[in-house]
Protein backbone atom coordinates (compact mmCIF):
# COMPACT_ATOMS: atom_id res chain seq x y z
CA UNK A 1 0.00 0.00 0.00
CA UNK A 2 2.94 2.65 0.55
CA UNK A 3 4.63 1.52 -2.65
CA UNK A 4 0.96 2.38 -4.17
CA UNK A 5 0.93 5.59 -2.50
CA UNK A 6 4.67 6.66 -3.33
CA UNK A 7 3.96 5.95 -6.82
CA UNK A 8 0.66 7.75 -7.12
CA UNK A 9 2.64 10.68 -5.44
CA UNK A 10 5.49 10.60 -7.82
CA UNK A 11 2.33 10.17 -11.01
CA UNK A 12 0.58 13.44 -9.36
CA UNK A 13 3.76 15.51 -8.66
CA UNK A 14 5.11 14.87 -12.28
CA UNK A 15 2.02 16.58 -13.37
CA UNK A 16 1.97 19.34 -11.22
CA UNK A 17 5.46 20.25 -11.57
CA UNK A 18 4.94 20.87 -15.50
CA UNK A 19 3.53 23.91 -14.23
CA UNK A 20 5.75 24.82 -11.85
CA UNK A 21 9.81 26.87 -12.33
CA UNK A 22 12.41 26.70 -10.16
CA UNK A 23 13.14 24.26 -7.69
CA UNK A 24 10.37 21.61 -7.17
CA UNK A 25 11.76 18.92 -5.25
CA UNK A 26 13.67 19.04 -1.94
CA UNK A 27 16.27 16.70 -0.31
CA UNK A 28 16.34 16.11 3.74
CA UNK A 29 19.81 14.97 5.24
CA UNK A 30 18.91 13.85 8.26
CA UNK A 31 22.36 13.70 10.24
CA UNK A 32 20.29 13.48 13.71
CA UNK A 33 18.85 10.40 13.12
CA UNK A 34 15.26 11.84 13.35
CA UNK A 35 13.45 10.53 10.12
CA UNK A 36 11.64 7.12 10.36
CA UNK A 37 9.38 6.24 7.02
CA UNK A 38 5.91 6.88 8.35
CA UNK A 39 7.52 10.37 9.29
CA UNK A 40 9.04 10.48 5.36
CA UNK A 41 5.63 9.70 3.56
CA UNK A 42 3.72 11.98 5.98
CA UNK A 43 6.24 14.70 5.03
CA UNK A 44 5.88 13.42 1.21
CA UNK A 45 2.43 14.43 1.03
CA UNK A 46 2.99 17.68 2.75
CA UNK A 47 5.48 18.79 0.62
CA UNK A 48 3.76 18.11 -2.76
CA UNK A 49 0.60 19.91 -1.33
CA UNK A 50 3.53 22.73 -1.86
CA UNK A 51 4.31 21.86 -5.84
CA UNK A 52 7.43 20.35 -3.65
CA UNK A 53 8.51 16.15 -4.30
CA UNK A 54 10.53 14.74 -0.99
CA UNK A 55 13.24 12.42 -2.58
CA UNK A 56 16.24 10.45 -1.55
CA UNK A 57 18.30 10.63 -4.23
CA UNK A 58 19.85 14.27 -6.41
CA UNK A 59 20.31 14.23 -10.58
CA UNK A 60 23.46 16.77 -10.16
CA UNK A 61 22.40 17.96 -13.99
CA UNK A 62 19.81 19.40 -12.72
CA UNK A 63 20.92 20.31 -9.46
CA UNK A 64 19.08 23.75 -9.11
CA UNK A 65 15.52 21.63 -8.98
CA UNK A 66 16.48 20.70 -5.78
CA UNK A 67 16.28 22.83 -2.03
CA UNK A 68 19.05 20.97 0.18
CA UNK A 69 17.35 20.87 3.74
CA UNK A 70 19.18 18.99 6.69
CA UNK A 71 18.64 18.33 10.45
CA UNK A 72 21.72 18.70 12.40
CA UNK A 73 22.07 18.16 16.02
CA UNK A 74 24.91 19.99 18.24
CA UNK A 75 25.16 20.24 21.91
CA UNK A 76 22.65 22.92 22.08
CA UNK A 77 20.03 21.08 20.20
CA UNK A 78 18.60 20.54 16.58
CA UNK A 79 19.11 22.76 14.00
CA UNK A 80 17.05 22.56 10.32
CA UNK A 81 18.99 24.51 7.43
CA UNK A 82 17.92 24.93 3.80
CA UNK A 83 20.46 26.08 1.43
CA UNK A 84 19.96 26.29 -2.48
CA UNK A 85 22.21 24.80 -5.19
CA UNK A 86 24.74 27.32 -4.86
CA UNK A 87 25.19 26.27 -1.32
CA UNK A 88 23.60 29.64 -0.25
CA UNK A 89 21.76 29.27 3.09
CA UNK A 90 18.08 30.13 2.81
CA UNK A 91 17.31 30.22 6.61
CA UNK A 92 17.37 27.76 9.75
CA UNK A 93 15.42 26.83 12.39
CA UNK A 94 16.71 25.97 15.95
CA UNK A 95 14.02 23.45 16.79
CA UNK A 96 15.38 23.02 20.26
CA UNK A 97 16.84 20.06 22.69
CA UNK A 98 13.72 17.68 22.58
CA UNK A 99 12.88 17.40 18.74
CA UNK A 100 14.95 13.05 18.83
CA UNK A 101 12.10 12.26 22.09
CA UNK A 102 8.69 14.14 20.13
CA UNK A 103 6.00 11.73 18.78
CA UNK A 104 6.07 11.16 14.94
CA UNK A 105 3.40 12.79 14.39
CA UNK A 106 5.31 16.13 16.43
CA UNK A 107 8.22 15.65 14.55
CA UNK A 108 6.68 15.58 11.40
CA UNK A 109 4.42 19.03 11.94
CA UNK A 110 8.03 21.13 13.22
CA UNK A 111 10.11 19.88 10.72
CA UNK A 112 7.68 20.54 7.93
CA UNK A 113 6.10 23.74 8.68
CA UNK A 114 9.25 25.30 9.50
CA UNK A 115 11.44 23.73 6.40
CA UNK A 116 8.09 25.79 4.60
CA UNK A 117 8.57 28.96 6.22
CA UNK A 118 12.65 28.73 5.32
CA UNK A 119 12.09 28.31 1.45
CA UNK A 120 8.96 30.10 1.52
CA UNK A 121 10.28 33.13 3.40
CA UNK A 122 14.12 32.95 3.09
CA UNK A 123 15.83 35.17 5.50
CA UNK A 124 19.82 34.70 3.78
CA UNK A 125 21.48 34.67 7.02
CA UNK A 126 24.98 34.32 5.71
CA UNK A 127 24.38 37.61 3.82
CA UNK A 128 23.15 39.75 6.96
CA UNK A 129 25.38 41.75 8.65
CA UNK A 130 26.28 40.19 12.27
CA UNK A 131 28.59 40.61 14.55
CA UNK A 132 31.87 38.90 14.82
CA UNK A 133 30.62 37.06 18.54
CA UNK A 134 27.35 35.76 16.99
CA UNK A 135 28.91 34.53 13.89
CA UNK A 136 31.70 32.37 16.82
CA UNK A 137 28.91 31.66 19.11
CA UNK A 138 26.56 29.99 15.74
CA UNK A 139 29.51 28.14 14.09
CA UNK A 140 30.32 26.70 18.01
CA UNK A 141 26.78 26.14 18.35
CA UNK A 142 25.29 24.87 15.29
CA UNK A 143 27.73 24.57 12.86
CA UNK A 144 28.95 21.01 11.49
CA UNK A 145 30.75 20.26 8.33
CA UNK A 146 28.09 18.28 5.65
CA UNK A 147 29.24 14.64 5.29
CA UNK A 148 31.19 13.45 2.84
CA UNK A 149 29.57 10.92 0.66
CA UNK A 150 32.63 9.14 0.36
CA UNK A 151 33.36 8.46 4.56
CA UNK A 152 32.70 4.84 4.58
CA UNK A 153 36.26 3.97 3.00
CA UNK A 154 39.60 5.18 2.14
CA UNK A 155 40.86 3.16 -0.82
CA UNK A 156 39.51 0.00 -0.14
CA UNK A 157 39.95 -0.26 3.59
CA UNK A 158 36.56 0.07 5.66
CA UNK A 159 36.04 2.85 8.44
CA UNK A 160 33.33 2.37 11.13
CA UNK A 161 31.26 4.87 9.44
CA UNK A 162 28.34 3.09 7.86
CA UNK A 163 26.58 3.93 4.84
CA UNK A 164 22.89 5.39 4.72
CA UNK A 165 19.98 2.72 4.16
CA UNK A 166 19.39 2.07 0.41
CA UNK A 167 23.38 3.77 -0.45
CA UNK A 168 25.00 1.71 -3.12
CA UNK A 169 28.98 2.48 -3.12
CA UNK A 170 31.07 1.37 -6.23
CA UNK A 171 34.76 1.55 -6.08
CA UNK A 172 37.28 0.38 -8.36
CA UNK A 173 40.98 -0.02 -8.56
CA UNK A 174 42.89 0.32 -11.98
CA UNK A 175 39.55 -0.59 -13.39
CA UNK A 176 40.35 -4.08 -12.89
CA UNK A 177 38.82 -4.35 -9.58
CA UNK A 178 35.15 -3.87 -8.66
CA UNK A 179 33.83 -3.27 -5.42
CA UNK A 180 29.89 -2.62 -4.58
CA UNK A 181 28.99 -1.92 -1.03
CA UNK A 182 24.97 -1.64 -0.14
CA UNK A 183 23.31 0.07 3.39
CA UNK A 184 20.53 -2.47 4.16
CA UNK A 185 19.68 -0.18 7.08
CA UNK A 186 22.28 2.38 8.79
CA UNK A 187 23.92 0.76 10.64
CA UNK A 188 24.61 -3.35 7.94
CA UNK A 189 26.47 -2.84 4.91
CA UNK A 190 27.27 -6.24 2.88
CA UNK A 191 29.25 -6.21 -0.48
CA UNK A 192 31.13 -7.96 -2.94
CA UNK A 193 33.79 -8.07 -5.44
CA UNK A 194 35.75 -9.17 -8.18
CA UNK A 195 38.40 -8.40 -10.85
CA UNK A 196 37.76 -8.16 -14.56
CA UNK A 197 39.33 -12.35 -14.49
CA UNK A 198 36.50 -12.91 -12.36
CA UNK A 199 39.54 -14.15 -9.66
CA UNK A 200 39.03 -14.06 -7.05
CA UNK A 201 35.19 -13.61 -5.99
CA UNK A 202 34.33 -12.19 -1.89
CA UNK A 203 31.83 -11.25 -0.03
CA UNK A 204 31.55 -8.43 2.69
CA UNK A 205 30.06 -7.39 5.79
CA UNK A 206 29.96 -4.59 8.27
CA UNK A 207 28.03 -3.68 11.20
CA UNK A 208 28.78 -0.30 12.73
CA UNK A 209 28.01 1.15 15.77
CA UNK A 210 27.74 4.39 16.87
CA UNK A 211 29.37 5.46 20.23
CA UNK A 212 29.58 8.76 20.47
CA UNK A 213 29.44 11.68 17.98
CA UNK A 214 32.60 10.97 16.88
CA UNK A 215 33.17 7.80 17.65
CA UNK A 216 32.23 4.43 15.96
CA UNK A 217 32.87 1.00 15.85
CA UNK A 218 32.42 -1.71 13.42
CA UNK A 219 32.80 -5.48 12.85
CA UNK A 220 33.16 -7.15 9.71
CA UNK A 221 34.31 -10.03 7.92
CA UNK A 222 35.52 -10.85 4.24
CA UNK A 223 35.41 -13.99 2.65
CA UNK A 224 37.33 -14.66 -0.67
CA UNK A 225 37.24 -17.83 -2.72
CA UNK A 226 38.85 -18.59 -5.79
CA UNK A 227 37.40 -19.50 -9.56
CA UNK A 228 37.61 -21.84 -12.01
CA UNK A 229 37.72 -24.68 -9.98
CA UNK A 230 41.03 -23.36 -7.95
CA UNK A 231 40.97 -24.71 -3.65
CA UNK A 232 42.07 -21.26 -2.87
CA UNK A 233 40.01 -19.83 -0.22
CA UNK A 234 40.57 -17.19 2.54
CA UNK A 235 38.82 -15.41 5.84
CA UNK A 236 39.57 -12.03 7.65
CA UNK A 237 37.55 -10.82 10.61
CA UNK A 238 38.39 -7.87 11.56
CA UNK A 239 37.12 -4.94 14.30
CA UNK A 240 37.70 -1.35 13.44
CA UNK A 241 37.41 2.08 15.39
CA UNK A 242 37.08 5.70 13.84
CA UNK A 243 37.89 8.32 15.77
CA UNK A 244 36.83 11.92 14.31
CA UNK A 245 33.78 13.27 11.73
CA UNK A 246 32.59 12.73 7.95
CA UNK A 247 35.68 14.54 6.89
CA UNK A 248 38.95 13.95 8.84
CA UNK A 249 38.95 11.21 10.96
CA UNK A 250 41.49 7.73 12.12
CA UNK A 251 40.61 4.13 12.14
CA UNK A 252 42.61 1.52 13.75
CA UNK A 253 41.72 -2.04 13.44
CA UNK A 254 42.93 -5.45 13.86
CA UNK A 255 41.55 -9.15 12.33
CA UNK A 256 42.46 -12.49 11.84
CA UNK A 257 43.40 -13.51 8.77
CA UNK A 258 43.60 -17.30 7.65
CA UNK A 259 44.27 -18.59 3.88
CA UNK A 260 44.70 -21.70 1.83
CA UNK A 261 46.91 -20.95 -1.01
CA UNK A 262 45.45 -23.36 -3.27
CA UNK A 263 48.97 -24.78 -3.96
CA UNK A 264 48.33 -28.20 -2.13
CA UNK A 265 50.34 -26.65 1.33
CA UNK A 266 48.14 -26.50 4.24
CA UNK A 267 46.70 -22.98 6.16
CA UNK A 268 48.04 -20.03 6.96
CA UNK A 269 47.12 -17.31 9.65
CA UNK A 270 48.41 -14.68 10.44
CA UNK A 271 47.18 -11.25 12.66
CA UNK A 272 46.30 -8.45 10.69
CA UNK A 273 46.62 -4.81 11.84
CA UNK A 274 45.65 -1.27 10.33
CA UNK A 275 45.79 2.11 10.71
CA UNK A 276 44.23 4.59 8.02
CA UNK A 277 43.23 8.22 8.14
CA UNK A 278 41.94 10.91 6.06
CA UNK A 279 42.64 14.69 6.36
CA UNK A 280 40.26 17.33 4.46
CA UNK A 281 42.89 19.82 2.53
CA UNK A 282 40.15 21.41 0.68
CA UNK A 283 36.30 21.59 0.00
CA UNK A 284 37.33 19.20 -2.95
CA UNK A 285 40.44 17.41 -1.79
CA UNK A 286 41.41 14.77 0.56
CA UNK A 287 45.10 13.77 1.71
CA UNK A 288 44.52 9.96 3.21
CA UNK A 289 46.38 6.53 3.34
CA UNK A 290 45.69 2.96 4.64
CA UNK A 291 48.44 0.97 5.90
CA UNK A 292 48.42 -2.50 7.19
CA UNK A 293 50.75 -5.25 8.71
CA UNK A 294 50.83 -8.45 8.20
CA UNK A 295 52.82 -11.41 10.68
CA UNK A 296 52.59 -14.83 9.36
CA UNK A 297 54.71 -17.93 9.28
CA UNK A 298 56.25 -19.60 6.30
CA UNK A 299 57.83 -22.77 5.87
CA UNK A 300 61.28 -22.90 3.97
CA UNK A 301 63.13 -25.54 2.72
CA UNK A 302 67.35 -26.12 2.25
CA UNK A 303 69.85 -28.16 1.06
CA UNK A 304 73.18 -29.32 1.50
CA UNK A 305 75.90 -31.79 0.47
CA UNK A 306 78.79 -33.07 2.58
CA UNK A 307 81.86 -34.97 1.43
CA UNK A 308 82.50 -37.80 4.06
CA UNK A 309 85.95 -39.17 5.04
CA UNK A 310 85.70 -42.48 2.62
CA UNK A 311 85.22 -39.68 -0.51
CA UNK A 312 81.59 -39.85 -1.01
CA UNK A 313 79.15 -37.30 -0.48
CA UNK A 314 76.16 -36.93 1.83
CA UNK A 315 73.06 -35.13 0.76
CA UNK A 316 70.57 -33.41 2.98
CA UNK A 317 67.30 -31.33 2.89
CA UNK A 318 65.69 -30.34 5.75
CA UNK A 319 62.06 -27.88 5.66
CA UNK A 320 62.04 -25.26 8.66
CA UNK A 321 59.69 -22.79 9.77
CA UNK A 322 60.25 -18.54 10.10
CA UNK A 323 58.37 -15.35 9.95
CA UNK A 324 57.73 -12.83 7.71
CA UNK A 325 56.53 -9.07 8.07
CA UNK A 326 54.71 -6.84 5.49
CA UNK A 327 53.76 -3.59 5.47
CA UNK A 328 51.38 -2.80 3.02
CA UNK A 329 49.85 0.19 2.36
CA UNK A 330 48.02 2.84 -0.01
CA UNK A 331 48.80 6.52 0.17
CA UNK A 332 47.21 9.67 -1.85
CA UNK A 333 44.72 11.86 -2.48
CA UNK A 334 41.16 12.23 -3.35
CA UNK A 335 39.78 14.65 -5.28
CA UNK A 336 35.33 14.99 -5.14
CA UNK A 337 33.84 15.85 -8.11
CA UNK A 338 32.44 19.88 -8.04
CA UNK A 339 29.44 19.04 -10.15
CA UNK A 340 28.52 15.54 -8.40
CA UNK A 341 29.82 15.06 -4.95
CA UNK A 342 28.82 11.77 -5.61
CA UNK A 343 31.92 11.02 -7.49
CA UNK A 344 34.99 10.76 -6.52
CA UNK A 345 39.02 9.57 -7.71
CA UNK A 346 41.32 8.41 -5.65
CA UNK A 347 45.49 8.80 -7.01
CA UNK A 348 48.88 7.58 -5.25
CA UNK A 349 51.58 5.48 -4.50
CA UNK A 350 50.68 1.50 -3.39
CA UNK A 351 53.70 0.80 -1.34
CA UNK A 352 55.06 -2.86 0.43
CA UNK A 353 57.62 -3.27 2.58
CA UNK A 354 58.98 -7.12 3.27
CA UNK A 355 60.80 -7.42 6.12
CA UNK A 356 61.98 -11.05 7.06
CA UNK A 357 63.40 -12.50 9.88
CA UNK A 358 66.62 -14.36 10.58
CA UNK A 359 66.54 -17.65 9.25
CA UNK A 360 66.99 -19.98 12.49
CA UNK A 361 70.04 -22.08 13.46
CA UNK A 362 71.52 -24.28 11.85
CA UNK A 363 69.85 -22.95 8.41
CA UNK A 364 71.55 -19.65 8.78
CA UNK A 365 75.17 -21.21 8.39
CA UNK A 366 76.83 -20.79 4.68
CA UNK A 367 77.17 -24.76 4.89
CA UNK A 368 73.18 -25.06 3.25
CA UNK A 369 73.97 -24.44 -0.21
CA UNK A 370 70.44 -23.44 -1.15
CA UNK A 371 67.91 -21.80 0.89
CA UNK A 372 64.41 -20.72 0.11
CA UNK A 373 64.64 -18.38 2.80
CA UNK A 374 65.82 -14.82 1.64
CA UNK A 375 66.41 -12.23 4.47
CA UNK A 376 66.33 -9.31 2.97
CA UNK A 377 64.65 -6.42 3.45
CA UNK A 378 62.77 -4.86 0.13
CA UNK A 379 60.61 -2.13 -0.46
CA UNK A 380 58.37 -1.99 -3.79
CA UNK A 381 56.31 1.59 -4.54
CA UNK A 382 54.15 1.67 -7.89
CA UNK A 383 51.31 4.38 -8.73
CA UNK A 384 47.62 3.75 -7.94
CA UNK A 385 44.27 4.74 -8.98
CA UNK A 386 40.44 4.23 -7.77
CA UNK A 387 37.56 5.82 -8.72
CA UNK A 388 34.29 5.73 -6.75
CA UNK A 389 30.90 6.47 -7.29
CA UNK A 390 27.69 6.49 -4.53
CA UNK A 391 24.15 5.73 -5.58
CA UNK A 392 20.95 6.74 -3.47
CA UNK A 393 18.38 4.20 -4.69
Known amino acids: MKTVFKVFSFIVFLIISNFAIAQNKIVIEDRAAILNEEIENQLQQKFLEKNLFLTNSVDFREKCDYYFSSITKSEKGY ?38 EIIENPTYPDTAPVSKS ?17 DSRYFFA ?46 T ?13 AFGDLFMVGTYGTNFFGNLAFATYTYGNSHNNISIGAGHLYFKPGDGSEISSSIVGNISGIVRAGTYFYFLSENYL ?14 LSDGTWLFESAEYETRRNIWYGLTGIRFVRKSNELVSWQFGLTHMLFVSAKAPAPYDSPQWETNSFNSETR ?10 RKFKL
Open 205 to 217: AKYSIPIQENSHL
Open 294 to 307: FSFKTTESATRSTQ
Open 158 to 203: PSALPLKKGELYYNSLYFLSHDIQYGINDNLTLGMGTTIFGFPFYL
Open 79 to 116: LLEVKDCNDKILGSYFAGANLGALSNQEKEIIIFYNLW
Open 379 to 388: MVAFPTFSFT
Open 134 to 150: DDLEDEQNYSGPVNSEH
